[in-house]
């Protein structure tokens, strides 16, 4: 139960907050913590805030970009204290649990949480298929990291052992046929779209705007498995020979 789930800190700043959120995982039943450039690891404060859950520390992967942390994830959420530029499917931490209790084990998640400062930048935040907000004070809105992740992994929790009732599951489903498409594979979609849309002239590399962004939301929004995945890299495939063809 929860194994499945793991929780990716991105760029932390203090080691004792990354002690602090493996004794929260450990609390709720996880035990798969990645960390993506942390400025200090590893070290004594981390280690004395984990009190018991210094396993997690051990174990903890590091990684030298999110893409890298995220590769072999299929459902990637992000966490964020505020809304962002373009808006995204935001969810609270319950409507969050009820889209994963019902997924197979074997289903990676993965749930990224920013810096202290600054959080996750937009391209960051473009990477997830939801984004999740903790219905916070407005005045006063950020959590600490650690307390952050008890919230989130308390509500995965009770979730997984059946005792929440009233979350609404949101309407974008939850039950595929399929296993859902990787993080890796889903950004070569989007490289391979990229190209095609530029190859065609239908994207101005020199003017890009704001398109990527916004198919990016398109098809994150859709939660694409890896057949949808495979058909739309055909399809792409087709249009290139059609233009190879033609010069
Ligand atoms: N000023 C930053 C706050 C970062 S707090 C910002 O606006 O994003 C550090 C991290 O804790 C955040 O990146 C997020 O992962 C988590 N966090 C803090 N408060 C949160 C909230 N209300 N909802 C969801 N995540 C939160």
Not at 7 to 12: A, E, G, K, R, Y
Not at 111 to 126: A, H, K, P
Not at 170 to 176: F, L, Y
Request: aromatic fraction near 4%; glycine fraction near 6%.
């Amino acid at each position: 139960m929860l194994e499945n789930i793991t929780i990716i800190l991105v760029n932390t700043t203090h080691p004792g907050n990354i002690g602090g959120v493996a004794r929260a995982m450990k609390n709720m039943g996880l035990t798969d913590l990645r960390l993506v450039e942390p400025k200090v690891f590893p070290d004594g404060d981390a280690v004395a805030r984990a009190s018991g859950a210094t396993d997690l520390l051990d174990n903890a992967g590091v990684f030298s970009s999110l893409a890298e942390a995220l590769a072999d994830c299929q459902l990637v959420v992000g966490t964020s204290a505020r809304e962002r530029h373009i808006p995204w499917p935001l969810i609270n931490p319950r409507e969050l649990a009820a889209i994963t209790a019902p997924l197979s084990g074997s289903q990676k998640i993965a749930i990224v949480f920013g810096r202290e400062d600054r959080g996750l930048t937009n391209e960051e935040l473009q990477l997830c298929h939801h984004h999740v907000n903790i219905p916070t004070n407005e005045a006063f809105s950020s959590l600490n990291i650690a307390a952050a992740v008890q919230v989130v992994t308390y509500e995965l929790r009770m979730a997984a052992l059946g005792l929440t009732e009233s979350a609404e599951r949101p309407q974008w489903g939850t039950e595929w046929d399929i296993d859902l498409a990787s993080h890796q594979e889903l950004e070569l979609l989007f490289e391979h779209l990229e190209k095609v849309l530029v190859d065609t002239e239908f994207l101005d590399p020199e003017n890009p705007r704001q398109l990527m962004p916004r198919l990016r939301r398109l098809f994150m929004r859709a939660v694409p498995d890896k057949v949808e995945v495979n058909v739309l890299r055909g399809i792409l495939s087709t249009i290139e020979k059609k233009i190879d063809g033609g010069h």
